[in-house]
């Protein structure tokens, strides 16, 4: 009893690694790009279709992985994924220009992308009842450490080895995570047997995806009214359309649209994608201000990071013990009014702000994440049948990462509009209007106008932050609306192949 109670945690050892090691690349590139961009010999907007390509491949194949594993044995798929993982990252380390460096990302992403779904499937046929919630909680942690251990771990390698070897390394690490997949997962699968996938359904939802994802990472770029945007728009909504008409009819559909007259799948899903909308979409600029303002290198603003990670270690085993004695919806709550009272915590970020302005209101957002975290996915996994965990995970797992890139467009937006607004504020109500007309010399007048950009960058800044943690607050009263059975939260059932 013993061993197998030991090897349930070699199990989430396992899948931690794979998507620390996942989520690790995917944040360590955005060092590279710099070098890349010098020995390629491209541009900076040209560099940036390596991110988006991966993006993008990385949504479109999350719900194909997720329905391929619950049909097929997660064991297989999350071993299959793994694989091309490693493989996608040699050939990337091995890039000889662009285009190839594309096309070794995407396969990268393609790979990356079984990851989420099939391991948190396993980790909920694993794991039962309250160790469930505790360790799906150790789990989500990891990407919180894998985002802040990317720059920490980055600059060392580029610096020591070059750029190739953030690659290159993800070939000993993946095989020894390889070789504990094989060890220690279990194949389990659902008791139906798939007969027909739906391809189809596949291919009209990563047209939907790839169009949405596209708008939403060059939207701001493009001009959101622009005719790229407007064809990204189009496209978005009729092959949504179309994928709805497709799941409706087709006997096995990738994605059972019935999860979204599911209370408890919905209003959780929803709780999830306002709150990490909120999150990433100000989080990322953080580091953006720290280098602009504080005069932080990038390594630096990493250490910032720091206790981040620690937050989220601390915090997510806390809500799984929860699990049992407090209501859900209490927990979640109070996780995301915590997450949004460290956000707030910003508005008072200047030029004179130390490391101190940024590394506790970071830690408090993080511990309220973390706490709530084990209980956000533990009730997904309730919230369905055990045939369909991993479905219903791919479908948690895209509302998480379209809200990220729904909150970077969007308070990348706000940032732009927000500064110019509070610009022409200033400039209204300063003397300006004096400056320009001669009773002061030209330099006077640019460090005045210097000045006031200053202040309506900062202000804009502020802005920011106070319409995340909004947003953030509002996510937290969804919580309320989550209601489910104690029962379920004990009650499995699952075909498990020894």
Request: aromatic share 12%; glycine share 10%; with cysteine.
């Amino acid at each position: 009893m013993e061993e197998k109670s030991n090897l349930r945690w070699w199990v989430l050892a396992t899948v931690m690694m794979g998507t620390f090691l996942g989520r690790l690349d995917q944040t360590i590139v955005n060092l590279a790009l710099p070098k890349i961009i010098n020995d390629f010999s491209i541009t900076v907007s040209a560099a940036g279709w390596i991110a988006t390509a991966y993006i993008l491949a990385n949504a479109v194949f999350v719900p194909i992985w997720g329905k391929l594993g619950d049909t097929k044995g997660r064991k297989k798929v999350y071993i299959l994924g793994f694989g091309i993982f490693i493989i996608g990252s040699v050939l990337a380390g091995l890039s000889w220009n662009l285009a190839s460096m594309i096309v070794f990302r995407i396969i990268q992403a393609v790979a990356s992308s079984a990851d989420y779904p099939t391991a948190m499937a396993i980790l909920a046929v694993t794991f039962t009842g309250k160790e469930r919630a505790q360790a799906l909680g150790i789990w989500s942690a990891s990407f919180a450490v894998a985002s802040v251990f990317g720059p920490l771990i980055g600059g060392p390698l580029i610096d020591t080895f070059g750029w190739r070897s953030v690659f290159l390394v993800n070939l000993p690490v993946g095989l020894i995570g390889l070789g504990m997949a094989l060890t220690f997962v279990k194949e389990s699968v659902q008791e139906r047997v798939s007969h027909a996938f739906d391809w189809w359904g596949a291919i009209v939802l990563g047209s939907s995806l790839s169009a949405l994802v596209l708008v939403l990472d060059q939207g701001l770029s493009w001009g959101w009214t622009s005719m790229n945007s407007i064809l990204c728009y189009i496209a978005t909504i009729g092959f949504g359309i179309l994928f709805v008409y497709i799941e409706k009819h087709h006997p096995e559909p990738i994605v059972d649209l019935k999860f979204f007259s599911n209370s408890l799948f919905m209003n959780t899903t929803i709780n999830n994608f306002i709150v990490f909308m909120g999150m990433m979409g100000s989080i990322f600029l953080i580091p953006i201000f720290a280098q602009t303002f504080l005069g932080l290198t990038a390594t630096q603003s990493g250490y910032l990071f720091i206790p981040l990670a620690f937050a989220f270690m601390l915090a997510s085993p806390i809500g799984g013990r929860l699990i049992g004695k407090v209501k859900p919806s209490y927990v979640i709550a109070a996780s995301t009014f915590v997450a949004a009272a460290g956000l707030y915590l910003f508005i008072g970020l200047d030029p004179r702000s130390g490391p101190q302005a940024i590394i506790w209101p970071l830690f408090i957002m993080a511990f309220g994440m973390g706490f709530g975290m084990a209980q956000r996915t533990n009730l997904i996994a309730v919230a369905v049948p055990s045939s369909e965990i991993g479905v219903a995970s791919s479908v948690l797992a895209l509302a998480r990462n379209i809200a990220g890139a729904f909150g970077i467009a969007i308070f990348g937006t706000i940032l732009n509009n927000s500064t110019n607004s509070h610009l022409l504020t200033i400039a209204k109500n300063s003397f300006s209007s004096s400056l320009s007309s001669g009773l002061v010399n030209a330099h006077e007048f640019a460090t005045a106008v210097g000045l006031m950009e200053l202040k309506a960058q900062i202000d804009a800044y502020s802005t920011v932050f106070v319409t995340a943690a909004t947003v953030i607050l509002i996510g937290g009263f969804f919580a309320f609306f989550i209601k489910v059975d104690r029962s379920k939260l004990t009650h499995e059932h699952e075909v498990v192949v020894e």
